[in-house]
């Protein structure tokens, strides 16, 4: 047995050993198979019989995984159960049928073929990695024009799953089961809801491993790092001893951070902060309320244009923020509005191809242009207010005016709800990022046009710093603590405080130690971020003084450089605090 090692991507930490249980890929055809005319009826019919029995599959396993994992897990169903439904793939397949004269087999591989090409053409990644609900509804159809299931292995006991992809109903179903340890894919990345439900379910997984299924046979052993993103096949003895020792470890850091997530988030001189948490997914509540999350800071509402080739309509967004609510319910939800168009560019909308997208068409600029999509989005956050959690947050705002126009669409659309004597929530709170300079540098004005501002480091440094926040050529600029920074933080966070208006930081900055300390001292309370972050910051803030932070700033506002101000905090924190920063890192490695 042939000892290796295989890098992919960690996107879910964790350290696991055991055997293999290998997955066999689920193959389209290959074989271009065609029908005689006098025989489109009786295919039609029985590509509804595949449809029909699809259909009746997902609800059944909706059922079944919303009764074992919660009603979070089941709305990957819910989706899938739209995208069958969804009336231009189910079209297109059948006019390869009638028109082209083409077997139900092979209508269905070629209409997965483009899709998959549309996909890959999206260059967001979180987008991109959608394309597998599709792929997944179509294979399971693919699968259902045989009336007859094949039988499946079982998967035994404690088994490390490997498998080229697993579709993501594939994984609720096999990952909810609890008889798996960990999951090592050929394909997928940290997005996908393969990913997102092994974290949820606490499942080492990694991903991107592109020929672990070429590699192994059921039987081997295998260790998982889910948080490196390494697969170690056929680990000699000593190997094995290291990991053991390091899955402990592992495991105490896990318990010692969850015992963080039930205390209470206070500075060490009792002053009360919240921490959020930023989601894309409503599947990923139950994770953040485990790490301890005070609400949802920053719900990202881009995905459920992902769900399906057609534009989402009113009650799909309905849907998803009612349950959103719900299960967030007293806590707080800011929904935003789509921060779709730059990069995050979709084929169902209409949006040229730009030669700076950053610059471009990007969030409410492409909401104030397109009134439709955003007067139906607006219309479902307002419906799902009746649990009075719900806030809405507007993204790249610039300048006023904008704010002006958003909020006149707001009462119009408001003003139909009443009309037609449908519920919301009057007084639910507007709110818009800061997160374009030019809107930064006017906050005193902005914020009293709205209930609460959020800030956006991610996109705000990038465009006060002129840095891509993505470019890992410019990213040693990308620094939080520049003093210019600093200075435009103090301003919005004193401008929200004169207004006496909440304000929240629902960028990266907010999970960074360091930045977390500064921001604390700048007087702000509310940090949302992505939520695996979440204990950490509250360990970190929970062992200072609010009354040492705000010192830490006063001083870092007169320093010349980013890494002054780092140092400053540095020293100041060690002497005074010397564990203060100790288990900052995310996980332990090694
Ligand atoms: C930000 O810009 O900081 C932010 C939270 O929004 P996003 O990362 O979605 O652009
Ligand atoms: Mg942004």
């Not at 019919?45 to 699809?54: F, H, V, W």
């Not at 205390?263 to 060490?268: D, G, H, I, K």
């Not at 709170?429 to 800030?455: C, F, H, N, Q």
């Amino acid at each position: 047995m042939e000892y290796f090692r295989l890098r992919g991507t960690g996107v879910s930490p964790g350290i696991a050993i055991g055997e293999v249980r290998l997955t066999e890929k689920i193959v389209f055809s290959a074989r271009k198979d065609t029908i005689e005319a006098d025989q489109v009826a009786e295919e039609l019919e029985r590509l509804e019989a595949a449809i029909g029995r699809t259909r009746s599959q997902l609800v059944q396993i909706k059922e079944k995984i919303g009764k074992k994992l919660g009603e979070d897990h089941s709305f990957i169903f819910e989706s899938h159960l739209l995208i069958l439904e969804d009336k231009s793939l189910t079209q297109s397949l059948k006019k390869k049928i009638e028109e082209d004269l083409f077997r139900s087999e092979w209508a269905i591989t070629q209409v997965h073929g483009r899709y998959m090409e549309i996909f890959d053409s999206i260059s967001d990644e979180y987008f991109k990695q959608r394309k597998y609900d599709v792929s997944d509804v179509l294979s399971r159809l693919y699968l259902n024009l045989q009336p007859t299931e094949a039988p499946k292995k079982e998967d035994g006991k404690n088994r490390i799953l490997v498998a080229h992809d697993l579709l993501p109903s594939e994984a609720a179903s096999r990952l909810s089961r609890g008889n798996v340890l960990a999951v090592a894919l050929d394909v997928g990345g940290t997005t996908s809801h393969t990913a997102i439900l092994a974290r949820s379910l606490d499942i080492p997984a990694v991903m991107g491993l592109r020929d672990i299924t070429q590699s192994v046979k059921d039987g081997d052993t295998l260790i998982v790092d889910g948080a490196v993103g390494e697969v170690i096949i056929n680990p000699p003895l000593a190997i094995r001893r290291e990991f053991i020792g390091k899955k402990k470890k592992y495991d105490d850091y896990r318990r010692e951070l969850q015992k963080t997530a039930a205390l209470e988030a206070r500075t060490l001189d009792g002053i009360r902060f919240t921490p959020m948490a930023n989601i894309e997914l409503p599947e990923e509540v139950k994770v953040a309320q485990l790490m301890g999350a005070e609400g949802i800071g920053l719900f990202r509402s881009e995905f459920i244009y992902f769900q399906s080739p057609e534009l989402p309509e009113e009650e799909d967004h309905f849907r998803i923020y009612s349950q959103l609510a719900q299960q967030t319910a007293p806590m707080p939800v800011y929904i935003r509005t789509i921060d779709i168009g730059g990069e995050k560019t979709l084929p169902q909308l209409n949006i040229e191809k730009e030669p700076n997208p950053a610059l471009g068409l990007r969030a409410i600029r492409f909401s104030l242009r397109d009134r439709e999509i955003f007067r139906t989005q607006l219309r479902a956050i307002l419906r799902a207010s009746v649990s009075k959690n719900v806030s809405i947050l507007i993204p790249m705002i610039t300048e006023l005016e904008e704010v002006y126009e958003v909020k006149t669409i707001l009462r119009e659309v408001q003003g139909e709800l009443r009309q037609e004597r449908v519920a919301f929530d009057e007084d639910i709170p507007l709110g818009v990022m800061i997160e374009v300079p030019a809107a930064a540098a006017i906050t005193d004005k902005i914020v009293r046009e709205v209930d609460y501002i959020s800030i956006g480091t991610n996109d705000l440094i990038q465009y006060y710093l002129a840095v891509d926040r993505s470019n890992e050529l410019v990213s040693y600029l990308f620094k939080p603590l520049h003093p210019s920074v600093l200075r435009l933080l103090k301003f919005i966070i004193d401008s929200a405080k004169k207004a006496d208006k909440e304000v929240t930081v629902c960028g990266e900055m907010a999970a960074d130690p360091l930045s977390a300390i500064v921001l604390l001292g700048l007087g702000l309370k509310n940090f949302s971020m992505n939520p695996i972050f979440i204990p950490r910051i509250k360990r970190v803030l929970r062992s200072i003084e609010y009354g040492t932070a705000r010192k830490i700033v006063h001083r870092a506002l007169t320093l010349k450089t980013a890494q002054e101000i780092e140092e400053h905090i540095l020293e100041k924190i060690l002497v005074k605090h010397p564990t203060a920063l100790l288990m900052g890192g995310e996980y332990p490695s090694g």
